[in-house]
């Protein structure tokens, strides 16, 4: 048998495959069917962790999600170790390998412990009272300590060597929770052929039927009951069924986000299965069903292992065939706790229940149990536990009138079934913004107005009984329809709240903890209140109640029941904390899911980018693109590649891959009224077959975007952008047409994919593709700088563009990207003889730069105006109204001194100022200094013989051949202020 | 006040902690303040704190429609530094972080404010450009700011992949050692233990609804969900919710309403050094004094008052946090929220009077405010205790959208945080 303290018979567990797991080194067997928990449990072991704060000895509490103690690191194999996995979910299989964490040297001896010791001063919020003096140790002494001490377990320290996928599901109704309620839900809203998906956390559906081996519904044993109801589901195939999959996010318009647990389970996982799933369903209807929470009781000590809720001691009973101890007492201020009783008796364990419930105020359950000849102490409080890495016993005593406690008396117990009632579990709810209502009568919290569609049902809404629940699923799932009651045995409910149990201890100085991960007793609640901290959310973040990685599931109603008691007010007037997502934490990588390495941010390459790989360029991303940066040959640093490129577009013939450009068509009878009014420029004139480089504002009159624009018809623009502009141009021109001239017959679509854009620029340019164009008059007459003309290169329908953004005779050879490849190869194949030269976006920058041109996004950062960069003359006065004509009137905008562009000439002329330099005007004066302005572009121009520099400088055209100084690393350097152009000043090698 | 110190604090555990005194007192509103704070922020509180010790303006009410500091100063990621561009801006955000250095001391509270050093990613050959534009003209300045290496910022960043295989390899960073995080509660808790203390009067769960005007169009009171409370002079400091109150005396702001999400992990042992912000990729890390990974994402992209946004934009952050450091694949997702952040057209903040006489605006420190904290309730205090800005406010007129005076830090860098 697997362990000593498993029992002979019972539970769910597979006893015909056996699994061994290690722990801290120790191997340890169970069975299939078992979690981590149940496994060290079968195995005698309760001391599974140290607590966050004080490192005080730490048991297992719960079988479940809420699990607050039970945190392990689990390694399932290289790049598979993760921290903080809650023992009571992580489901055994072989070739686990589990540890505990937070302590040193061990878990058995751990110095931390010394925090315990120093709990009168580690109070809650300490940290705020000291560690000030002396000023600088608090980064340096104090901090580093603190975090050392913080944090549970470690980080992994590798790669990820999981897989995650992401489904997008649709469906009429999503069922959350496959308990009694759930299933009844998911039968009835599936009966009619409606998409329904059901999910469970768990491994197996169920609920808390898993661990019922008494009840009955409709004659039937109730766990056969929901096997038939499961079969039911499975057999329609209008419903998907995921277990392992955990709803954790309720977003707006019916958007669930869902976990799906797909391998941690699996010994030998197929290996193209993803180890989790997100899933983002979106419902017509949500159903929640995700049942309750146990509270644990407030007592000293209640912390020690060996204590747990009592609803859990008849879950690892009756699903998992373990006895958690030998000696059992069940301390309970409900009636719920003694089916775990019942049922730990039926096992054979020795079990006393200590009721602090009047026996007149208990009901039949108390006959229940003694009938079995089990003992109950009704009237009786838990003064504190006994034992330290284990619990030893029960110090309890009588209740008296007026809560007077009377003698001690010493249960021994090797574990404590605890029970203060029950919660509503109405985290999704309330993260669906729907408003929580307190219901008296169960002291807690119920959904109450709901926001979205959704319905919760069970004992997600406060209805425990299990007649109760099914029924409230068949009206939840199908609400036109009355189904017929099923009778179930009557559960045992009701339960009198508790905030802290009456002790006759010194009450400053008992330690219950009601926050167990993070330490916080109810004597820290009280510092919180006494403290003025009166609000929830102030005592929660100075007491850190509720923010471990359980998020509350144990303790807040048992925190909220304190304050409510401090401060002499009913719990509903304390409120309650607002529930965020995720339900239970949720791995990063199942988030993430496949957005990783290429799929990141997928990349947008062009028709050419394979010939640019081909012929060993470096590229650069500009935006989602990835753009030939420079062509090195052989061993060529950038520098000496991009000279090279340089001289022989200067010389020949270049030819670069434009076809990142933004491009739309603006078509339509006013589309040249569109333009005048997006544009500064005037449109109306310009004749079809002409270009113009157009200028654009954003509303505040700062430049936007620019880029060459063809007239091809009296009603038919071909508009350029910037690469990274494209997509908000398109947006800025879809806006303003759609909001604020829809009057405007216009139509706008993107065509920056549909053609591959090849820049042929050099004084050999027309020669090389002379010979490929048909249809086209090439001659400088016929087809003059700034014109565009339709043809044919190459067989294939071009928009033939003659520009130029180098200062060389050039044209830009749009066509269909299917075969952008071809027509670039045909034309690299005709220009070989001409020498030609690929060559990437440093070249560009730098041969345009030597004429003076501008990018928008380097020499302009969105405060820029037209006039700042000497295109003022552009803005066509006559213009009514454009885009940011208003802007330019504003009083800063026309004042004197701002910024304008100039040319910058190093003393020195090797030397290549950094981009992003700043600029004054007396290199002596003390920090801190006014800078005139900035470097925005800075090369090395092979064409000049030296570097050139554009530069933003205060009242710049004023300062024509004064020198100014500009930062280099350490120092700075005198530069003297020209013309932004430095070559062929006249402009007139485009016209050849 | 009772002092805080390690002295008291052993005192008080051999007092059980029964002699501690109430943080701050819980008023009823009187009827008139000589000056009235609308929003309890961290913004607000600090305002008061120094209309009080500063200017000895203690006849003053912060009056807050919730819980003190449960707005953005309990929401944010906590980042804190000053090598903004322009000087306008690293002016005011440098006076932050001198105050931020001694606040502990000032405020007798630790408000654990961690020089870690804040490191900004270049991710191309724009955030070289900008980045290094930035570090000139913090020298000019005399900010420290430091540009590095990629190797540089993995030495001093180690869990950072700066592999050139990543879609947007790391090109290097700006950083700035000084800057660094802090607790974000213990600043509003700071400042209002502080206030209190100067006699100023904190009305939580009181929501400013309406003005009272005199006949010469001045403010002359608040309307309060607990009555009109009269006041000389009125600061509205109140985040995300600005523009809709100051709607309540006719002012349109220019300002919209985001929501800005953030996310911690599970705690763990310390892993992470320093701070970490990629604007290319839009991610925000560093890890708390619990453990937790603290991390933060772009806005959302509709303007909202609710403070829910969208799945998809944590999912973002967290596709960018494991492309940078994927050794944090396996690590889980504990919490996530948002705040409604108030995002002017510069992306930078408005601080002083508005059109009407009497009122003043304290705003539209957007996605990245929580750093000027000190800096911010410094000159808008002497603000509202002279009627006229700080030297250091000055230029964070409401004006500037009309004259054109624009500080365009978004423009430069497009920073969030
Ligand atoms: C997720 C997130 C991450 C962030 N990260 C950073 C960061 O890393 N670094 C950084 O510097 N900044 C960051 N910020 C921004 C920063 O949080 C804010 O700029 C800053 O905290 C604003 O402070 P505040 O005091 O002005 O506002 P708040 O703290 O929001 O205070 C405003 C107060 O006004 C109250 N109020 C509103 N309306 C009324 C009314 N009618 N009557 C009375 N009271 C009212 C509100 O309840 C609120 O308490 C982040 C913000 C968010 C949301």
Redesign the interface.
């Known amino acids: 048998m697997a362990g000593v303290n498993r029992l002979p018979r019972g539970g769910r567990i597979d006893r015909a495959k056996p699994v061994s797991i290690s722990f801290n080194g120790q191997t340890l067997s169970g069975y299939a069917g078992d979690t981590v928990a149940s496994l060290l449990l079968a195995n005698g072991i309760h001391l599974v962790g140290r607590s966050?704060k004080y490192h005080r000895p730490r048991g297992i509490l719960s079988h479940g999600s809420d699990e607050p103690n039970a945190l392990l690191s689990i390694d399932r194999g290289p790049g598979?170790?993760?921290?903080?996995n809650r023992a009571t979910v992580a489901e055994a299989r072989g070739g686990l390998v589990t540890a505990s964490q937070n302590h040193w040297p061990s878990l058995n001896f751990d110095v931390g412990a010394i925090n315990d010791r120093l709990s009168?001063?580690f109070?809650a919020g300490?940290?705020?009272?000291?560690?000030?003096?002396p000023?600088r140790f608090?980064?340096r002494v104090y901090?580093?300590n603190?975090?050392?001490a913080?944090?549970?377990?470690?980080?992994?320290?590798?790669?990820?060597a999981?897989r995650y996928g992401n489904r997008h599901a649709h469906c009429d109704v999503l069922v959350v929770g496959a308990g009694p309620a759930g299933l009844a839900a998911a039968l009835a809203a599936s009966e009619g052929g409606k998409r329904i998906i059901l999910a469970d956390e768990q491994a197996e559906f169920g609920g808390s039927l898993l661990h019922d081996v008494t009840s009955t519904v409709d004659g039937t044993a109730a766990q056969d009951w929901a096997a038939q109801a499961i079969a039911m589901l499975k057999a329609r195939e209008n419903v998907t069924l995921l277990t392992r999959t955990t709803a954790f996010?309720y977003?707006?318009h019916n958007?669930v986000?869902m976990a799906e647990r797909i391998t941690d389970h699996l010994e030998n996982a197929p290996d193209h299965l993803p180890r989790e799933r997100l899933w983002?369903v979106r419902a017509g209807a949500v159903i929640l069903a995700t049942g309750s929470h146990e509270r644990p009781l407030v007592f000293a000590d209640n912390d020690r292992p060996g204590i747990m809720l009592a609803e859990s001691i008849r879950a690892f009973v009756n699903r998992y065939a373990v006895a958690p101890g030998r000696r059992i007492v069940i301390a309970t201020s409900g009636a719920s706790a003694y089916r775990a009783a019942a049922d730990a008796h039926a096992a054979g364990l020795a079990v006393t229940v200590v009721d602090i419930r009047l026996e007149a105020d208990c009901g039949p359950e108390v006959a229940f149990v003694r009938q079995k000849g089990i003992d109950v102490l009704t009237s009786h409080t838990v003064i504190a536990a006994t034992g330290r890495k284990r619990v030893t016993g029960l110090i309890v005593a009588p209740l008296g009138s007026e809560g007077r406690v009377g003698a001690r008396r010493t249960l021994a117990a090797d574990c404590v079934g605890m029970s203060g009632g029950w919660t509503p579990s109405v985290h999704l709810f309330s993260q669906s913004?729907g408003k929580l209502r307190f219901d008296d009568a169960i002291d807690a919290f119920v959904p109450g107005q709901s926001v979205q569609a959704e319905r919760s049902a069970g004992a997600a809404r406060g209805s425990y009984d299990l007649a109760d629940c099914i029924a409230d699923g068949f009206a939840a799932g199908d609400p036109l329809t009355a189904r017929p009651r099923l009778a179930a045995t009557p559960s045992l409910t009701g339960f009198q709240p508790v905030r802290i149990l009456p002790t006759d201890a010194?009450a400053?100085?008992v330690r219950a903890f009601v926050d167990f991960q993070n330490d916080v007793t109810a004597?820290d609640i009280g510092?919180a209140v006494?403290?003025?901290?009166?609000?929830v959310?102030?005592v929660k973040?100075?007491t850190?109640t509720g923010?471990a990685?359980d998020?509350g599931k144990t303790s807040n109603m048992n925190a909220l029941g304190l304050m409510a008691g401090i401060q002499g007010k009913a719990l509903p007037a304390v409120g309650t904390t607002?529930f965020?997502?995720?339900y239970t934490?949720?791995?990063?990588?199942t988030?993430?899911?496949p957005?990783?390495?290429?799929l990141?941010?997928p990349?947008r390459i062009t028709p050419i980018h394979g010939w640019a790989k081909e012929h060993g360029a470096e590229f650069?991303?500009?935006g989602l693109w990835k753009r030939a940066w420079y062509f090195p040959q052989g061993r060529e640093t950038m520098h000496e590649a991009v000279a090279r490129e340089c001289k022989a577009v200067r010389e020949g013939v270049g030819i670069f891959d434009a076809s990142t450009l933004g491009k739309i068509e603006v078509v339509g009878p006013d589309a040249a009224e569109f333009m005048n009014r997006i544009y500064i420029n005037a449109w109306t004139k310009l004749k079809p077959g002409a270009c113009r480089y157009g200028l654009m504002l954003k509303e505040?009159?700062?430049i936007m975007d620019d880029g060459v624009v063809a007239r091809l018809a009296e009603d038919r623009f071909h508009v350029t952008t910037t690469t990274g502009g494209a997509a908000r141009v398109l947006q800025h021109m879809e806006d303003y047409l759609q909001t604020e001239w829809p009057d405007l017959r216009v139509f706008l679509t993107s065509i920056t994919e549909q053609y591959a854009v090849i820049a042929l620029q050099g004084p050999k340019a027309r020669e090389v593709i002379a010979p490929l164009v048909s249809d086209i008059d090439l001659s400088g007459e016929a087809f003059p700088h700034m014109t565009v003309r339709t043809g044919f290169i190459c067989g294939v329908p071009t928009r033939l563009f003659r520009v130029s953004f180098t200062g060389e005779l050039g044209f830009e050879i749009n066509v269909p990207s299917d075969h952008g490849r071809a027509v670039w190869e045909a034309i690299y194949e005709r220009g070989r003889a001409f020498g030609i030269t690929p060559y990437g976006t440093e070249t560009m920058h730098v041969l345009r730069a030597e004429r003076g041109f501008i990018i928008v996004?380097?020499e302009t950062?969105?405060?820029v105006t037209p006039d700042d960069v000497g295109l003022g003359g552009m803005i066509a006065k006559a213009k009514p109204d454009f885009v940011g004509k208003r802007?330019l009137a504003?009083?800063?905008?026309v004042a004197a001194g701002r910024k304008q562009l100039i040319g910058l000439v190093t003393d020195d002329p090797s030397l290549v100022l950094?981009?992003?330099?700043?600029i004054?005007d007396d290199r002596h004066r003390p920090?801190?200094?006014?800078?005139l302005g900035?470097v925005t572009s800075s090369y090395w121009s092979a064409a000049c013989g030296r570097s050139i520099a554009l530069a933003l400088v205060a009242g710049g055209r004023e300062r024509m051949g004064e020198t100014l100084y500009v930062?280099t690393?350490d120092s700075f350097a005198a530069a003297r202020v020209t013309a932004p152009v430095f070559f062929d000043e006249k402009g007139a090698r485009v016209h050849a | 006040m009772r002092r805080f110190s390690l002295r008291t604090l052993i005192a008080e555990a051999f007092n059980a902690h029964q002699g501690w005194e109430r943080q701050w007192r819980n008023p009823e509103p009187k009827p008139a303040y000589d000056v009235i704070i609308v929003g309890a922020g961290g913004h607000g509180l600090a305002t008061a704190f120094y209309l009080a010790s500063e200017h000895g303006v203690t006849n003053v009410a912060v009056i807050e429609k919730g819980w003190l500091g449960g707005g953005n100063t309990g929401r944010n990621t906590t980042i804190i530094r000053s090598n903004y561009l322009y000087d306008e801006s690293a002016g005011l955000y440098e006076h932050a972080v001198k105050l931020w250095e001694g606040l502990s001391q000032a405020l007798n509270y630790n408000v654990m404010y961690s020089q870690r050093g804040v490191l900004m990613l270049a991710h191309n050959v724009h955030d070289v450009q900008s980045f290094k534009r930035h570090v000139y003209a913090n020298r000019l300045q005399g900010i420290d700011n430091e540009w590095l290496t990629p190797e540089q910022a993995k030495a001093f960043c180690p869990p950072l992949n700066i592999s050139r295989d990543l879609r947007y390899p790391v090109l290097g960073g700006a950083l700035q050692r000084r800057g660094g995080v802090a607790r974000h509660d213990a600043v509003a808790w700071g400042y209002a233990r502080a206030a209190d203390a100067l006699g100023v009067d904190i009305i939580q769960n009181c929501e400013v609804t309406g003005f009272r005007r005199n006949a010469s169009g001045a403010v002359e009171a608040v309307e309060t969900s607990r009555g009109t409370i009269k006041a000389k002079r009125v600061g509205v400091v109140a985040a995300g919710h600005t523009s809709v109150i100051l709607a309540r005396a006719g002012l349109r702001m220019p300002l919209e309403s985001f929501p800005l999400q953030a996310l911690v992990s599970e705690p763990v042992k310390p892993v992470f050094p320093c701070v970490v912000m990629s604007n290319a990729v839009h991610a925000y890390i560093s890890q708390s004094d619990k453990g937790e990974l603290v991390i933060g994402a772009g806005t959302d992209q509709y303007v909202s008052y609710s403070q829910q946004g969208g799945l998809h934009v944590p999912m973002h952050a967290l596709d960018a946090i494991c492309e940078l450091f994927p050794q944090f694949s396996r690590m889980r997702m504990l919490r996530s929220w948002g705040g409604i952040v108030d995002v002017t057209p510069d992306r930078s903040p408005i601080i002083g009077k508005t059109a009407v006489p009497g009122l003043f605006v304290n705003c539209g420190w957007g996605t990245g405010g929580f750093k000027a904290t000190p800096g911010s309730g410094h000159v808008f205090a002497h603000t509202l205790a002279t009627g006229e800005p700080h030297p250091l406010n000055a230029p964070f007129t409401l004006d500037r959208f009309r004259t054109g005076r624009l500080i365009d830090e978004a423009a430069a860098a497009a920073v969030t945080h």
């Open positions: 966050f598979k170790i993760d921290p903080n009168p001063i109070v300490f940290y705020y009272k000291t560690f000030m003096w000023r608090w980064d901090e580093p603190i975090r050392a913080a944090g549970l377990g470690k980080s992994p320290d590798g790669p990820d999981d996010g977003y707006n958007h986000a983002q913004r010194d400053t100085r004597k510092l006494r403290e003025g901290f009166e609000s959310e102030h973040r100075y850190t923010m990685t998020q607002t965020r997502p995720p934490p949720v791995t990063f990588g988030l993430v899911g957005a990783k390495n290429a990141f941010d990349a650069e991303n500009v505040d009159g700062f996004g380097q950062d969105g405060t802007s504003r009083p800063d905008i950094d981009e992003g330099a700043q004054i920090v801190p200094i006014k800078a900035h930062t690393p």
